[in-house]
């Protein structure tokens, strides 16, 4: 059976997370998509970090994702550094699903919860790909026991059935920027959300789900983060209880 459009075939190229820091960087240049990224973009990627006061050799990344507006936003700071600092924003420039979490393989659902980046792909058939950790201990609590589905990516190209493409120009950027952050021996995390979850957007989530109950008690979850977030520019610290619920705090 055929992958999904947004499954990664040239399983060779995969790099682990499991890569020291020191080398990753190294690593990643062995390949020449990674390469051509570097030229055309590491000038770019310079100039904006040091335009917000961020030093490229010190740099830590957070992604936030929003489906409803179509929006991937770069969060930076330098390590140490308490506040992030927006970016980028990217267009997610093609989208499948509803509002709502992934519960299965195969259901064309983007994921909505609390991640990390897991994974590079410097082959992917979708220009330069970062795999998304779905399914976290949260989705295996109600996803399919059986087949969750997995294989998340933010990837290039404007094709999807459950991924996030930004185009192959963007993910140049985007790759080039989680490499340097993830050479500097940070993970990546990913929160990906239902829409912008501001007073006004929450309220209309809650008015137009109102007949559906377990959506909307999904959603209470994701709200404080977002909140945390959003309010300090700071991460929220996410845990996971025993039934599934996230907490952030």
């Avoid at 240049?29 to 100039?47: F, G, H, P, T």
């Avoid at 996803?143 to 059935?161: E, K, M, R, V, Y």
Wanted: proline share 5%.
């Amino acid at each position: 059976m055929k992958k999904i459009l947004c499954i990664i075939t040239a399983f060779l190229g995969l790099i682990s997370l499991n890569t020291s820091a020191q080398s990753f960087l190294q690593a990643q240049l062995k390949y020449a998509k990674v390469r051509d990224a570097q030229q055309a973009k590491s000038k770019v990627i310079e100039d904006l970090l040091t335009s917000k006061g961020i030093k490229p050799t010190n740099v830590e990344l957070f992604i936030r994702i929003f489906k409803k507006e179509q929006q991937l936003e770069v969060w930076g700071r330098n390590k140490g550094d308490a506040r992030f600092v927006l970016l980028q924003t990217y267009a997610v420039c093609a989208n499948s699903g509803t509002l709502g979490p992934k519960r299965k393989s195969g259901d064309r659902q983007m994921p909505e919860g609390f991640y990390t980046v897991d994974l590079f792909n410097p082959q992917s058939q979708y220009h330069l790909s970062m795999r998304v950790s779905y399914p976290n201990a949260s989705d295996l609590k109600f996803a399919d026991p059986i087949n969750p589905g997995d294989n998340i990516f933010i990837h290039g190209s404007c094709l999807t059935i459950g991924c996030f493409p930004i185009g192959d120009d963007s993910m140049k950027e985007l790759y080039l920027l989680a490499v340097r952050a993830k050479s500097n021996g940070k993970d990546i995390p990913v929160h990906i959300f239902p829409t912008k979850l501001n007073d006004s957007n929450y309220k209309t989530l809650q008015e137009s789900y109102a007949t559906n109950s377990e959506l909307l008690k999904f959603w209470s979850w994701l709200k404080p983060g977002y909140d945390i977030f959003e309010t300090k520019h700071q991460l929220p610290t996410v845990t996971i209880t025993a039934a599934g619920e996230y907490m952030a705090f």
